[in-house]
């Protein structure tokens, strides 16, 4: 197995650190560069092998306007590729567009709760997930790549692949950062950023 991971280049709520979710915010001109640098990055990388690939993106058009740029600085068809669902950000249900800080005043007790127990905490609100709810999802997917493939997804389906590779505990991935303009590679077993 052979997969490539790249985060979805940035937002402004990112750049805001405000919990996104699956609110679908556009890339901004930072995030349009990165998609851009890590298409160059792995046009170098994969060379002529790169059509071979499968190409899968979550369905939210910040990680769709990430890989069409990313195909484009590679060459290929910009919409050349499928989404999947399973992809998806985590939901934060009733938390999505505030930042820590601000649920903090709101609400002290539950932060502080997810501060105690990331991977397993489920914010307020219908269809909230937790960082486990989410790799069930997460493990679906992978459990079906059976060729090359190339994804580009979000920073809760990367945290999760790092746990289910098992090169994290489930509070290390739920805490690590996720950056943005690079690429994770996940082969025969083993995960890490180039």
């Known amino acids: 197995m052979l997969i490539y991971v790249i985060r979805h280049g940035q937002t402004d709520w990112n750049a805001q650190i405000r919990l996104q979710g699956q ?10 560069r990165q998609a851009t640098g890590n298409g160059q990055a792995l046009a170098a990388l994969l060379g002529p092998e790169a059509d071979g690939f499968d190409y899968v993106a979550s369905p939210l058009g910040r990680t769709r306007e990430t890989m069409e740029r990313l195909r ?21 249900g009733d938390w999505e567009g ?4 601000e649920l903090d005043a709101l ?9 105690l127990f990331k991977w397993d905490f489920i914010p307020p609100g219908k269809d909230a997930e937790s960082y486990e709810i989410l ?4 493990g679906a997917w992978l459990a079906d790549v059976d060729r090359p493939t190339v994804c580009v997804a979000h920073g809760g389906v990367i945290r999760t692949l790092f746990k289910l590779m098992g090169a994290m505990d489930a509070e290390e991935a739920a805490l690590g950062a996720i950056p ?11 995960i890490g950023w180039l």
Do not use: C, H
């Open 23 to 32: 609110k679908d915010i556009p890339l901004n001109d930072t995030g349009r």
């Open 72 to 92: 484009t600085a590679m060459g290929l068809d910009p919409l050349a590729y499928r989404t999947d669902n399973r992809l998806k950000e985590l939901s934060f």
């Open 98 to 101: 505030y930042t820590l800080q």
């Open 107 to 115: 609400a002290p007790d539950r932060v502080a709760e997810r501060e």
């Open 135 to 138: 790799s069930w999802r997460v």
């Open 180 to 190: 943005q303009d690079r690429i994770l590679k996940m082969e025969n077993g083993k």
